[in-house]
């Protein structure tokens, strides 16, 4: 019974979505404290991209595909070989750009501005969820009555 409550597509959905900004809170507080390590390459998460896409290809039944949680693990999908692929996303070092001449590339601005945007979906996602667990309680009490 509360497998069909609680494993609904929405419920998985707002559930990765925590998981998704915890883990990239994570990387950016990462990131922030290597700002001064040589040759140091910021660490970003995908995680976007790979719900609407999976969203697109999965059947209506909302069970997301397979993750990685040990890098020795077989990939449920093809990735690079420097990301690794967990329930969250897929984490990948940003080596696109480096700001310094010893060779890191984290800039603290861009930090502080990707943790704001993550602090601002985290939020959106707990008021979402906090919602649906209202409904829910609303639910359960007038149905005693």
Not at 26 to 31: H, K
Not at 37 to 45: E, F, I, V
Not at 107 to 112: A, K, L, N, R
Request: hydrophobic share 35%; with cysteine.
């Amino acid at each position: 019974m509360f497998n069909g409550l609680f494993g609904n597509p929405a419920y998985v959905t707002l559930e990765r979505g925590l998981d998704a900004c915890s883990m990239r809170s994570r990387l950016i507080a990462n990131n922030i404290a290597n700002v001064d390590t040589p040759n140091y390459k910021a660490q970003r998460l995908k995680f976007e991209e790979l719900l609407v896409d999976k969203m697109k290809t999965e059947p209506p039944a909302g069970k997301l595909g397979l993750f990685q949680t040990d890098p020795r693990h077989l990939p449920g999908g093809m990735i690079g070989p420097e990301e690794i692929r967990t329930q969250q996303g897929i984490i990948y070092t940003d080596d696109s750009l480096t700001y310094r001449l010893d060779g890191n590339n984290v800039d603290v601005d861009h930090e502080m501005a990707e943790q704001a945007k993550n602090a601002l979906q985290y939020a959106t996602l707990t008021e979402l969820i906090g919602r649906k667990y209202s409904l829910l309680r609303t639910v359960i009490s007038e149905g005693k009555r």
